[in-house]
């Protein structure tokens, strides 16, 4: 594990990167990690899980690194590099002015909306929603295909018809108007994120982060991690679902599970499990099972710890196993529910 203290100029840009997603939180996080190529998805992975603990001084300089750059990035979108060059020189001084302007490096090419195309679609949606059908076909124009297709689905059928037909017969449109539309939509953008930080990475962060995105894009990541790392790999797989969370499966789930456990795995597992757990199991059985259940773990009397877990790591396996036979679909962030 490595513990980053106050060394900016030392870090790589993928390290620079890991400690911003840490920063972040895994809600942000998980909505980078869409918009990134598996190879950066698995890089990125890796850092974050190596990281132990950031120092606070040196989280903020890397915040101040990313707002620099994005402020930039805002300028140069708007005027150029020199009017970007000028802006940032009486800002902060041309010494630092130049510092900003080479980590861009100088073939740098910022199209308009460059923020808005890394963003997501349903989240874009929510921001331009109710805009004049002339606004949103101008922002429509300067994003990804992929993104715009699903802006124009989520539109009424009378709205698709007019954007698409403003989209179709758009000209040129003046600096200034294109200007004034970027600004206000980056403005709603930046208004949405979480300024809250934290300085603890490691492999909770990375769980946390793979919590949140889909079942295929975990996957991705956890098949790479088992070829570059196994050890980290099984880590991470052991935290993502934990026996205590076996308390927030629906009754189906439980009763699809029961079959699958042994009663003697049961019996330990639930032993040295806390009562909402162990309530959650009995009242999916019958009557008479879970009477048997409960006679089965007074007998055992006292258990070793290590015995418990393994049986409780058993009993996450078959869940694991369910899940990915498609039996089982446990929910994720942004799902309501889990359903079988």
Same mark, same amino acid.
């Given at each position: 594990?490595?513990?980053?203290?106050?060394?900016?100029?030392?870090?790589?840009?993928?390290?620079? /990167?890991?400690?911003?997603?840490?920063?972040?939180?895994?809600?942000?996080?998980?909505?980078?990690?869409?918009?990134?190529?598996?190879?950066?998805?698995?890089?990125?992975?890796?850092?974050?899980?190596?990281?132990?603990?950031?120092?606070?001084?040196?989280?903020?300089?890397?915040? @101040?690194?990313?707002?620099?750059?994005?402020?930039?990035?805002?300028?140069?979108?708007?005027?150029?590099?020199?009017? @970007?060059?000028?802006?940032?020189?009486?800002?902060?001084?041309?010494?630092? @002015?130049?510092?900003?302007?080479?980590?861009?490096?100088?073939?740098?090419?910022?199209?308009?909306?460059?923020?808005?195309?890394? /963003?997501?679609?349903?989240?874009?949606?929510?921001?331009?929603?109710?805009?004049?059908?002339?606004?949103?076909?101008?922002?429509? +124009?300067?994003?990804?295909?992929?993104?715009?297709? /699903?802006?124009?689905?989520?539109?009424?059928?009378?709205?698709?018809?007019?954007? #698409?037909?403003?989209? !179709? $017969?758009?000209?040129? $449109?003046?600096?200034?108007?294109?200007?004034?539309?970027?600004?206000?939509?980056?403005?709603?953008? !930046?208004?949405?994120?979480?300024?809250?930080?934290?300085?603890?990475?490691?492999?909770? @962060?990375?769980?946390?982060?793979?919590?949140?995105?889909?079942?295929?894009?975990?996957?991705?990541?956890?098949?790479?991690?088992?070829?570059?790392?196994?050890?980290?790999?099984?880590?991470?797989?052991?935290?993502?679902?934990?026996?205590?969370?076996? /308390?927030?499966?629906?009754?189906?789930?439980?009763?699809?599970?029961?079959?699958?456990?042994?009663?003697?795995?049961? #019996?330990? +597992?639930?032993?040295?499990?806390?009562?909402?757990?162990?309530?959650?199991?009995?009242?999916?059985?019958?009557?008479? &099972?879970?009477?048997?259940?409960?006679?089965?773990?007074?007998?055992?009397?006292?258990?070793?710890?290590?015995?418990? %877990?393994?049986?409780?790591?058993?009993?996450? &396996?078959?869940?694991?196993?369910? %899940?990915? !036979?498609?039996?089982?679909?446990?929910?994720?962030?942004?799902?309501?529910?889990?359903?079988?």
């Amino acid at each position: 594990m490595q513990q980053f203290r106050s060394r900016r100029g030392g870090l790589t840009g993928k390290q620079k /990167a890991a400690i911003l997603m840490v920063t972040l939180g895994p809600e942000l996080s998980a909505n980078v990690y869409k918009h990134l190529r598996e190879e950066e998805i698995e890089d990125l992975t890796l850092e974050i899980a190596n990281i132990k603990k950031v120092e606070p001084q040196l989280r903020d300089e890397i915040l @101040a690194e990313f707002k620099e750059i994005a402020k930039a990035q805002e300028y140069i979108a708007t005027g150029g590099i020199e009017y @970007a060059r000028d802006l940032l020189e009486k800002a902060f001084g041309p010494v630092k @002015a130049e510092e900003i302007i080479l980590r861009l490096t100088s073939s740098l090419q910022v199209r308009p909306f460059d923020f808005a195309r890394r /963003a997501d679609p349903n989240q874009l949606f929510n921001f331009i929603q109710g805009e004049h059908p002339q606004t949103i076909s101008l922002i429509m +124009a300067y994003l990804q295909p992929e993104q715009a297709a /699903a802006i124009l689905s989520s539109l009424s059928p009378e709205e698709q018809v007019e954007v #698409a037909k403003r989209l !179709a $017969t758009m000209e040129g $449109t003046s600096p200034e108007v294109l200007s004034e539309v970027e600004s206000v939509l980056e403005k709603r953008l !930046a208004s949405f994120i979480n300024q809250e930080s934290t300085s603890a990475g490691g492999i909770q @962060a990375v769980v946390e982060i793979l919590n949140r995105v889909d079942r295929t894009t975990e996957k991705t990541i956890m098949d790479g991690l088992e070829t570059v790392d196994p050890e980290l790999a099984e880590s991470v797989r052991k935290r993502m679902f934990v026996f205590e969370d076996v /308390a927030g499966l629906d009754d189906r789930a439980i009763q699809r599970i029961i079959r699958e456990v042994e009663s003697k795995d049961w #019996a330990l +597992a639930l032993k040295g499990s806390n009562e909402v757990v162990q309530q959650k199991i009995f009242k999916n059985m019958s009557q008479r &099972a879970a009477s048997m259940l409960k006679e089965e773990i007074d007998y055992l009397g006292p258990v070793r710890l290590r015995d418990v %877990e393994e049986a409780q790591q058993r009993i996450v &396996a078959i869940i694991r196993k369910l %899940e990915d !036979a498609g039996e089982v679909v446990i929910s994720r962030g942004g799902e309501d529910e889990i359903i079988v």
